[in-house]
Every structure is written in structure tokens, then in C-alpha cells.
């Protein structure tokens, strides 16, 4: 590979398709985490069960109200358990935020925003879809929060590379993409096949097999015994089929396969066949945050503490301390049975306990993900007036990364888009800056993209860049190794302190993974009990 180190190759996966591709790669190379990630399927804790074994309801302290925690919470509450849950923000979800109107934050830096968002706009600043196979849609069903479809896909989005080569600086559309990669593609396995390349590797009767699908995908022609991409309607049509012109005029012609391959437009067109971002997938109606907000009203507004800074745990023969501060500045001291610690680990690393240097040194072991989200509102929806676009994602290769269309409130008055969504070292650009100026950059890029609509009809934004984020300072992370013992001590209890949070699974950065881990905790403390229940 040329001087391309394992660990290289893999952060450059994790940088180009997110944690789910990354996980994927380390499947491959036999580096993925160990069972302790895919968990048996999860048996409640029933209510009945303290009772019949005549014990004691345990208290348990949950540290951190993010997804991880108040599932953690909710699921030990509807077995009887007593929980407190500490959490250092003002709200509930952790990443799981959903900025809407008069939404106010101030960062690690000092720089403050406030969100003008109109009535009923919102963006989603951490999670903002949910496929299909994740436990996060039980949830939904079980807490009663309706769901709407999130699209991944749309042709009417586009592809727009600065440093693209012969295509650099042009909006092309995914329909035009799709069809000019794919098209190219087939005409060469086509070429390949038609000159016995393959005949090592296929009969005569797979040959043809071969062929005719490649006809089919890649929308080739026939001309006699020879496949060709000429560009079909698969590309769109510069004048669209009516009643004056049937046929209408098919946009072209295709680029050629040298300026197709040489862009590199075909990089960004297979995201949505990674296992975590299968179509279809969806989104609660009305936000994001609609999760932690119901899982918090189930568990109960006394049992949550907002403000409560943790300041130091202390595992004990008899049970757990916690030291924090509440939202007043004043220090509190709470004893639990058991502690589930669902901080980020980098954070949970500051935190000092009894527990030992090893343990501390396992939590410090992941690298930060930075990351990057922008919301743009604007006083009218150009892109669906003006442009077609229902929903789908926009990539490009500048500091913005992707544009992501609103799937909800179509033909509305007004809309929020994702103006910018970039991960891992792409976020330098913007993270250096003040919100405003981000604000204002990525407005730029994005002009280059839509025109002058993308800044005429700009009411207001909100730039979230999560490393700088009190309380949360990242927006996931990574593991370096999933073998070399610190994530699996990590999944263990260490007396009576259990770790928990999506960063212990492998779905780092879903709140699916932040479930499940929840789940594990609440699973091993139910079992702890009963082994030990004394009436």
C-alpha cells in the first residue's frame, strides 16, 4: 500500500463515510469489537421481580441524561428500581439536541448564539435519522412518538467538487452522476467481456448473463454485437416530454469516461448502501429531541437534576458516592446502590474515583470525532420551488461537506436546511471560527452550489460544532483498537460503578448503539440483584 499504515487506512475510512463505514472496514480486518458489541436480545427486568424475591428496590445514579442515561433510567424505573439521573446540561438528550427558536447556548470559547428559528422550524444538531433495523424505532412505538420518513437519496441533489478535475465547479446532479458512473462502468465491463478477459472467471451462458445486465444498468446501447453508454434519459431531459414535443430532449451528452473517472463523482454515490444508512429510513415528526423529552417525562421531573456537575465517585463495599455540584454551584453528595457512568469517556477521564489508574487510562484510550452541523433557515423553500428538491443530501468536497434538504414541512412557508455536516479533520476550516463566521462561510459555499437564493433568502442560522460543546466536546469517537483490552474492560462493572454509552457498542454515534449499551447496564445490575436480594 505504500506507506499507508493500517491505522491511516482506517482513519481515512472513518473520515470519508462516518463511523458505520469505518466499522465496516474493521470487520473486514478482523479488528471489530468483541461479542460484548452485538448483545443477546434484551429481556426486560420485570416489575415483579423485586417483589417476589422479597428485596429492596435498589437506588441507582445515572451520571449523564443523554440517550445512554435516560434509557437507562427508564428501563430500571418500570422495574421498580429508584434512580436518580445527574445531568451537567439544562435539557435532556446530550447529543441528541434539537435547536429550535430562542434556543441559547454558549460555547467552550465564550461565543454565544441564540437561536430565530420562526415557530416550528427546527434543526437537528446531533442524530437525525433512524433506519429501519434499529431498537430506536421500538422506542419510538413504545414512548408514542410518531415517525416520518427521512430521505437519504434524491436525484434532484447534486454532486459539486471544487477540486474535481475535468468537472471540477459544476453542479452535477445525482441523476446525471449515477447515470454517467454507472453507464461508463458497464461499457468497460462490457468491453472486458466482449474480449475475453474474463473468460477465465465465466462460462459462455454467465457472459451473457453478464452482458445483459450490464445492458440494463448501465442504460448501454446496442449496436451490433457492441454495448455503449451513450446517455439516455436516466441523465434528465434538457426539455421535458409534453404535448408539443412527446419525445422532449434528453440532456447531453455524457461526459467522457477519462473526465468521469478523473472527478471522482462516483466517490459519494454508494453511502446509502452501508448496513446503518439503509433506505428507508425515518425521523420523529416534529424533531429529534422528542426522544430524551419522553423518556424524561416517564421517568419523572424529580428524578432528573439539570446543572449537576459530577465531581468525583467513590465505589464503595457498600454502594457508590457521587459528588457534584447542583444547579446552584453547591456541592451535594448522593449514595446508590449502583452508579451507571454514561459520560463521555473523555470526560468521564476528568472525573476522579477509586477505581484505578487502568481505568482511567482505558476511558482516555478513544480519539475525538469533531463535528460539524449548520442550520440555515430562509423565509421561503427555494430548493422545493425553485429546484425540485425534496429531501435528500448534497456533497461536495469544500468545508461544508453536505447540505441535507428538510423531509418534513413540505410546501411550508418556510424551512431549515442543513447548510453544513462534516466530520473528522474537514471541520478545521469552520471550527476555527466564531458562529457567525461559519454562518456566513458556509452561505458562501453554498451560493457556488444553488445561486444567489442560497444567500437572498437567508432569514437566520445556527452553527453547532460540537467539540465545542460544553459538557459533550466531540461529537463521537473513535477506537484506536477494539482488541487491546480497553474497550472490554470498559464493558465490565468495576465494583459497583457500570459504564455505558454508544461508544461501548458497535454503532459509535447511533443513539441504536446508546440503547443497547443502556440496556447491557441494566441487564447486569437486574441480574446482580436478584443473585444478591436479601428480603
Partial sequence: MGGVTRRSFLESVGAAGG????????????????????????EPPRPGDLALRGARPPRVV??????????????????????????????????????????????????????????????????????????????????????EPFSLDNCNACVYYENGGPLSRRRIENRKAKADVFGHVSELLAKATDQGALDKELGRDDRERLLAFLED?????????????????????RVLPDTDDPPGVIDGPPPSVHDVLASGIGRDLS???????QTVMFQPVGGMDRIPRALADR???????????????????SGVDVLYTDGGGRKRTEHADYCVATLPPYIMARVPTNLGAHVTAALERPSRVPVSKIGLEYRRRWWEQDERIYGGLTHTDMDIGQIWYPCHGYHGRRGVLIGAYT???????????APADRI????????????????????????????????IETGWVRWPSWT???????????????????????FIGWQAGAIESARRAVTRIHQRTLATARP
Fill in 423 to 433: 466530520e473528522g479533520p474537514s471541520t478545521e476550516g469552520l471550527d476555527a471560527m
Fill in 440 to 471: 456566513r462561510r458556509a452561505v458562501a459555499q453554498g451560493v457556488k452550489i444553488h445561486g444567489p437564493a442560497y444567500a437572498r433568502e437567508l432569514v437566520s442560522g445556527f452553527a453547532v460544532n460540537w467539540d465545542r460543546v460544553p459538557h
Fill in 62 to 147: 445515572v451520571l449523564g441524561g443523554g440517550v445512554t442515561g435516560l434509557a437507562t433510567a427508564y428501563e430500571l424505573r418500570k422495574a421498580g428500581y429508584e434512580c436518580l439521573v445527574l445531568e451537567a446540561k439544562d435539557r435532556p438528550g446530550g447529543r441528541n439536541w434539537t435547536v429550535r427558536g430562542g434556543t441559547a447556548e454558549k460555547e467552550i470559547t465564550g461565543h454565544r448564539q441564540r437561536a430565530r428559528f420562526a415557530d416550528g422550524e427546527y434543526m437537528n444538531a446531533g442524530p437525525a435519522r433512524i433506519a429501519q433495523f434499529m431498537v430506536t424505532l421500538d422506542y419510538c412505538r413504545e414512548l408514542g412518538i410518531p415517525i
Fill in 484 to 506: 487491546d483490552g480497553a474497550y472490554d474492560l470498559l464493558n465490565r462493572p468495576h465494583g459497583r460503578v457500570y459504564f455505558a454509552g454508544e461508544w461501548l457498542t458497535g
Fill in 217 to 237: 444498468f448501465g442504460a448501454l446501447t446496442r449496436s451490433g454485437d457492441r454495448l455503449a453508454y451513450t446517455g439516455t434519459n436516466r441523465r434528465g431531459y
Fill in 271 to 277: 453511502f446509502n448502501l452501508e448496513w446503518p444508512f
Fill in 299 to 317: 421517568i419523572g421531573a424529580d428524578r432528573i437534576r439539570y446543572g449537576a456537575q459530577v465531581l468525583e465517585v467513590t465505589d464503595l463495599p
Fill in 19 to 42: 463511523s458505520g463505514a469505518l466499522f465496516g472496514a474493521m470487520g473486514a480486518l478482523g479488528l471489530a469489537p468483541t461479542a460484548a458489541a452485538n448483545p443477546a436480545p434484551f
